[in-house]
Every structure is written in structure tokens, then in C-alpha cells.
């Protein structure tokens, strides 16, 4: 295990909070970002600071996936994806991620998930769920969807689906209800208790989620449709999500959902991003999640899990293809995504008094290191992963 001392010094020549800040250093200790500062003096924090200068890295924060499948997706004979380490997450920049299930809950279920969930967070990934699942009524661990968001710290809010022909969910009164519960969970927890709908290929797509806003009058910005990247010439997803985050809501892209991961129901991320922006669609209400360990086509016939690298990879594209400038692409994957699942305080930027999770990232492009509250859990000068 790569051991820390009890106060970081780094000096990095680029800092991406995710706004350009140039060359800063950043001093971490008990887990949380100190002081961010030109020429931050050692001494002024006594003796127990180990200094690190890194030259040629950007250091940014770390990465914040809020759809992924810790216990592995995928449904039927041969689709059935393995569970995720907690390697592929560190080695991708990834200190933040939620866990959920998706249309099998006989045999995955929300304990296992809270477990897996509590062991990843332990090898050094912070770890959050969401209770319910793709079918309504919405299963839960306690005694509700509200009473777990309320009682359990690791819950942040509920999944359930739309618009999808496996699990239509067509009695829209169970829907309502558990959007009711969220906004009562939000009360009683202080929790951004976010409503996370897998949205899929239904002619309808995203109507049930417009019927929410105009009969129960439910914050837009409390909902996050996801898989809103379907392609726009066969679905109806895209352009409702398009009219659904300027009303106020918030839409996530999934990365594997394109041509590049032989799926051509979808959009490509890269293109949906650009294509939102250019609509008018505010950034802030923009995301992008991987869907990782979720099963693809590999273009040989079989399927593969998605693995959690697919986020960076994507975020790097919107760099060198799409010219963003760094931070508008980090956006999509630290800050608008932290405010989307009610966690700005502590996580998606380098600030004074936020989770020192941070990663460098080489001159080559790589990830060549990441901290989970000022620990190092991936270093790529060694391959190594170290526990939490």
C-alpha cells in the first residue's frame, strides 16, 4: 500500500479546477483540500508536508460516473457481465460513482449492490447507489424508496424507467408515486434525491417524465433521463431532451451508446454534446456517464462489459475532436454532474475544503495517477492500485 504523510504539497505547472488555473499548488490533508495557492510555503504547515513538484501533468479532479453497474448488466444466456473492480475505476480517473440495478432483480438485488457498494469504497472508490430499479412498483431496502434515501447515507436517490418496451412501466400513478417520495426524501434527508430514468425506445420516450412537470408539478432539475443520446432520425429521446434541460432538467449521455461501441441506436456521446450545445442547451445541464459493466456487442458476435475507462475516453475526445477547451469537457464529468446528484459541496472541483480527489493526467493524455481523499489508490508508474 502507497502510504501518504499527513499533509501533500503538490506543485503542479497545470491546474484544472476545472477552471484554468495555471500553475498552483495544492495542499491535502485529512482527506480534504486545504489551501490552493501560488507558492504555497511548506513551512507555514509545519513538518509533517511532503512535497511533490509535478511538471509535465495536468492535475484535475477527479471523475464522478453516476450510472454504472457495479455487479455487472446485462440480461440472458451469455450477456451476463462479470461485477467491477475497483481497479478500473481508480486506473480511470473514477474517485466517485453510482451503482444501481437494471432490469434484473431476481437475481441482483439492492443489498448486493449496498454491499458491493461498501467494498469498493473500501479498496478506494467513494461509492453511492440508487435505491429502486428499471420495474415499477420500485423495490427498496427498508421499508421505501423515501425511507432509504432518509435512513441510509450510501443512497442518493432512486432509478426506475421510461419509454422502455422490456419494462414499460405504463401505470403512471406507480411513477408519480415514487417521484412524490423523492420530493419527500429530499425534504427530510437534505439530499438532492435525484429521480435517475433510464429512458429507452418507446415511441413515447421521454412523455412520462413532461406528464411529472405539468400535473405534479415536479422540479425538472431534480430529474436525470439517461441513455438521452438514442438516435435522433428513430427515436423521439434526443430532441425531448433537448426541450427537457431548457425547461430547466438535466440530461446524461451515455458513452457506450453509439457506433463505436457497435451500437447504432445511438448517437455518438461526442456529437450528442456538441449538438446539444449548439442547440442552446445550457452546459451546466449536461452529463455523461459510461453505463459501465453493462454488455455490448464486441463486433464478433459475443458481448463485452463496458468498461469505466469509456468515460475519459470520451471526455479526451471532446478535447482533441470537438476542440472544447479542457474545462468545459471536464464539466460534463466533475462539476455538472456533482451539482446534478447534490454533492457541489465536497466534490467536483479543486477548492479549499473539497475532497482531495484528484488526478494528473501525463503529457501523453494518460491518467497517470489518482487520489481518492488524498490517497494515492492509482499509480501508473508502478500499475499499481492500492486500498483506501
Known amino acids: ?9 503538490l506543485r503542479a505547472a497545470e491546474v484544472f479546477a476545472p477552471e484554468a488555473l495555471g500553475a498552483q499548488d495544492v495542499l491535502v490533508g485529512g482527506g480534504r483540500i486545504l489551501a490552493v495557492g501560488r507558492d504555497l510555503d511548506a513551512r507555514d504547515w509545519g513538518a509533517l508536508v511532503r512535497v511533490e513538484t509535478v511538471p509535465h501533468a495536468k492535475l484535475v479532479p477527479g471523475f464522478i460516473d453516476q450510472h454504472v453497474h457495479f455487479l455487472g448488466g446485462g440480461d440472458g444466456d451469455g450477456a451476463r457481465m462479470p461485477e467491477l473492480a475497483a ?13 444501481l440495478l437494471g432490469s434484473d432483480i431476481e437475481t441482483k438485488t439492492l443489498p448486493q449492490l449496498l454491499r458491493k457498494a461498501v467494498e469498493l469504497d473500501r479498496e478506494g472508490l467513494d461509492a453511492r447507489i440508487y435505491t429502486g430499479a428499471m420495474a415499477l412498483p420500485a423495490p427498496y431496502i427498508t421499508t421505501s424508496p423515501r425511507a432509504d434515501i432518509v435512513l441510509i447515507d450510501r443512497v ?7 419509454g422502455e418496451r422490456t419494462v414499460p412501466n405504463l401505470d403512471f400513478p406507480a411513477l408519480a408515486q415514487l417521484a412524490g417520495s423523492l420530493v419527500q426524501a429530499k425534504g427530510m434527508s437534505g439530499k438532492a434525491a435525484p429521480l435517475h430514468l433510464h429512458v429507452g425506445r418507446m415511441k413515447e420516450g421521454m412523455q412520462a417524465l413532461f406528464d411529472l412537470v405539468d400535473k405534479l408539478d415536479f422540479a425538472p432539475a431534480q430529474a436525470v433521463p439517461s441513455h438521452v443520446n438514442r438516435a435522433p432520425d428513430r427515436f423521439p429521446v434526443f430532441e425531448q431532451g433537448l426541450r427537457f434541460a431548457k425547461l430547466g432538467g438535466n440530461i446524461d449521455f451515455t458513452c457506450c451508446l453509439g457506433p463505436r461501441n457497435h451500437l447504432p441506436v445511438g448517437l455518438d456521446p461526442v456529437e450528442a454534446v456538441m449538438r446539444a450545445l449548439d442547440a442552446g442547451v445550457p452546459a451546466e445541464r449536461i452529463s455523461l456517464s459510461s453505463d459501465a459493466g453493462v454488455a455490448v456487442p464486441d463486433g464478433r458476435g459475443g458481448a463485452e462489459a463496458v468498461p469505466p475507462a469509456i468515460l475519459y475516453r470520451d471526455v479526451l475526445r471532446l478535447v482533441q475532436e470537438a476542440r472544447l477547451g479542457w474545462p468545459e469537457a471536464l464539466a460534463f464529468v466533475t462539476t455538472h454532474v ?3 446528484l447534490g454533492l457541489a459541496a465536497t466534490k467536483g472541483a479543486i477548492a479549499p475544503g473539497m475532497d482531495a480527489d484528484l488526478v494528473l493526467i501525463g503529457e501523453d493524455h494518460r491518467i497517470v495517477r489518482t487520489l481518492r481523499a488524498g ?5 501508473a508508474a508502478t500499475s499499481h492500485v492500492t486500498a483506501h
Open 156 to 162: 442518493i436517490g432512486a432509478k426506475s424507467a421510461i
Open 338 to 340: 456533482a451539482r446534478m
Open 1 to 9: 500500500m502507497l502510504r501518504e504523510p499527513p499533509l501533500l504539497l
Open 375 to 379: 490517497r494515492t489508490v492509482f499509480d
Open 87 to 99: 481497479q478500473a475505476f481508480a486506473s480511470a480517473g473514477i474517485t466517485t460513482a453510482v451503482g
